[in-house]
């Protein structure tokens, strides 16, 4: 089964300095990737996904993900981190032998110090 | 386009009452799905609905139901309110489940049992 891993469920950055969230994939093919971002109150919004045309990715608002087939990893940052970034960050794996059904990590919550 | 509707925003239910939620997907959007967040557990996947069929179910007790009606708008029930059902449950539409087009959110349902 697939699964998602994400460390560290809390992050803290200054204002101006690089983000960086980790997630790790379990599967023996390359699924569809994707990042989410929660803020409070909201539903997810997508942040970029990964399908296999290219492996870095570029998303909304500065983001961007690389993927690297050789570590299972699909890791997201961001050159400065603004205070509007503060939120929770979900990684997903989509699969399309895996039931019709998203799995996501258990999020990231980002913190950022002015 | 408008984006997924999810009502009530709020609820509050005793212990031993059912509730039911609503959903309306993005249009043309004939996938739903259904997660349950809390802190603890984090997203995870109560069930799947497709042109009214549910392809996929989570590891979640009977209690929990849902359907999809022929308009693609869905709904899910939870009889016999526990505590542990206190959660921000969450729809998602899409129009590729499991594959390459990412799920597109509500801004979910607030669910506290006393």
């Known amino acids: 089964a697939q699964s998602v891993t994400q460390l560290g469920s809390h992050v803290s950055v200054s204002e101006g300095a690089l983000v960086l969230l980790r997630c790790n994939y379990s599967s023996s093919v390359p699924p569809y990737l994707f990042w989410y971002v929660q803020y409070p109150n909201q539903g997810l919004q997508l942040l970029l996904k990964?399908?296999?045309?290219?492996?870095l990715v570029k998303g909304i608002n500065g983001f961007e993900a690389e993927f690297k087939k050789s570590e299972t990893s699909f890791h997201l940052t961001k050159p400065s981190a603004h205070m509007s970034d503060a939120a929770e960050y979900f990684c997903a794996v989509s699969d399309p032998g895996g039931g019709f059904k998203t799995i996501f990590g258990a999020g990231t919550r980002l913190f950022v110090k002015a | 386009k408008a984006g997924v509707t999810q009502t009530p925003r709020y609820l509050i239910k005793t212990r031993g009452q059912q509730v039911t939620l609503s959903c309306s997907p993005i249009s043309g959007h004939r996938s739903v799905s259904w997660y349950q967040q809390t802190p603890g557990q984090g997203l995870q996947f109560l069930f799947e609905?497709?042109?009214?069929?549910?392809?996929n179910k989570g590891n979640f007790p009977g209690r929990f139901s849902g359907r999809q009606f022929s308009n693609s708008r869905s709904e899910m029930n939870v009889s016999t309110l526990e505590l542990g059902d206190s959660a921000l449950y969450l729809c998602?539409?899409?129009?590729?489940?499991?594959?390459?087009?990412?799920?597109?959110f509500g801004n979910g349902t607030r669910l506290t049992v006393t």
């Open positions: 998602a539409s899409t129009s590729d489940p499991g594959g390459i087009s990412p799920l597109h």
């Open positions: 990964y399908t296999s045309a290219a492996t």
């Open positions: 609905y497709f042109s009214e069929t549910q392809r």
